[in-house]
């Protein structure tokens, strides 16, 4: 017997939190009834619907890496209309952004309905490693770049050390290259602003050991089977305590 959330996750409805919050909401029925108890335990062969919409828990696991151009929300729908980063991958089966890029942030995002491993891949303790280019407006001094790498006391907290390098500098902008493995909202972008460095154009070139490769912007190609098992690693390495 396992916790609804974590099977309904498991079928590849949505992260395990959104699966807990469409219990709560009475929107999932075990055998026909509503359930609204998180800790709830089901078995093989009990049916599962969320809004009266039988669950398939044999689910086929598709795992994409996209390169998100500038100008796309990733979230899976957008009140105001833009286009989202669902757009770009297929609509069956129905897959999730595994953590959040800006609208004008580009490159590496990856995209499964393996609702497990997008938690833990996006669970800090992780320590997964993001790794952007960033050109910012003007020049980054070393004093700035020294204080970028040991950690900058944002509005939410300090940042963790982070690597650091500039890849070219002119009068009118630095190219630098940053590896932090927190996933704070806007990180990069308030990090550099701390110093005033205002950051022109934002782009992710690596995801732990993924990278993008020679993949063109806006599209997407499926994980190996060996870059699965490897993320699926990284997800194990570091186990919390089962909710
Ligand atoms: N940091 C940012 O500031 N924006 C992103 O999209 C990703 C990381």
């Given at each position: 017997?396992?916790?609804?959330?974590?099977?309904?996750?498991?079928?590849?409805?949505?992260?395990?939190?959104?699966?807990?919050?469409?219990?709560?909401?009475?929107?999932?029925?075990?055998?026909?009834?509503?359930?609204?108890?998180?800790?709830?335990?089901?078995?093989?062969?009990?049916?599962?619907?969320?809004?009266?919409?039988?669950?398939?828990?044999?689910?086929?696991?598709?795992?994409?890496?996209?390169?998100?151009?500038?100008?796309?929300?990733?979230?899976?729908?957008?009140?105001?209309?833009?286009?989202?980063?669902?757009?770009?991958?297929?609509?069956?089966?129905?897959?999730?952004?595994?953590?959040?890029?800006?609208?004008?942030?580009?490159?590496?995002?990856?995209?499964?309905?393996?609702?497990?491993?997008?938690?833990?891949?996006?669970?800090?303790?992780?320590?997964?490693?993001?790794?952007?280019?960033?050109?910012?407006?003007?020049?980054?001094?070393d004093?700035?770049?020294?204080?970028?790498?040991?950690?900058?006391?944002?509005?939410?907290?300090?940042?963790?050390?982070?690597?650091?390098?500039?890849?070219?500098?002119?009068?009118?902008?630095?190219?630098?290259e940053?590896?932090?493995?927190?996933?704070?909202?806007?990180?990069?972008?308030?990090?550099?602003?701390?110093?005033?460095c205002?950051?022109?154009?934002?782009?992710?070139?690596?995801?732990?050991?993924?990278?993008?490769?020679?993949?063109?912007?806006?599209?997407?190609?499926?994980?190996?089977?060996?870059?699965?098992?490897?993320?699926?690693?990284?997800?194990?390495?570091?186990?919390?305590?089962?909710?």
């Amino acid at each position: 017997m396992e916790r609804l959330q974590k099977v309904l996750a498991a079928a590849g409805v949505a992260s395990r939190r959104k699966c807990e919050e469409l219990i709560a909401a009475g929107s999932v029925s075990v055998n026909g009834e509503i359930v609204t108890a998180l800790g709830y335990k089901v078995g093989p062969e009990d049916e599962l619907a969320v809004d009266g919409r039988k669950i398939d828990r044999e689910v086929r696991y598709v795992y994409y890496l996209l390169n998100k151009p500038g100008g796309y929300v990733t979230t899976v729908s957008d009140t105001h209309g833009r286009p989202t980063v669902m757009d770009l991958v297929p609509k069956e089966p129905r897959v999730y952004p595994v953590g959040r890029l800006d609208l004008d942030t580009q490159g590496l995002l990856l995209l499964t309905n393996d609702g497990e491993l997008t938690n833990a891949l996006l669970h800090p303790s992780r320590e997964v490693d993001k790794v952007y280019r960033a050109v910012v407006a003007g020049q980054v001094s070393d004093v700035a770049l020294a204080r970028l790498a040991a950690g900058v006391e944002l509005e939410d907290g300090m940042t963790a050390p982070a690597k650091v390098r500039r890849l070219s500098m002119t009068p009118r902008q630095t190219v630098m290259e940053i590896t932090i493995h927190e996933g704070r909202k806007r990180q990069v972008k308030r990090m550099f602003a701390a110093f005033g460095c205002r950051v022109l154009a934002l782009e992710r070139i690596g995801f732990a050991f993924l990278s993008l490769g020679g993949l063109k912007r806006g599209q997407f190609r499926k994980l190996t089977r060996d870059e699965v098992a490897g993320l699926k690693r990284i997800a194990e390495k570091k186990r919390t305590s089962p909710r």
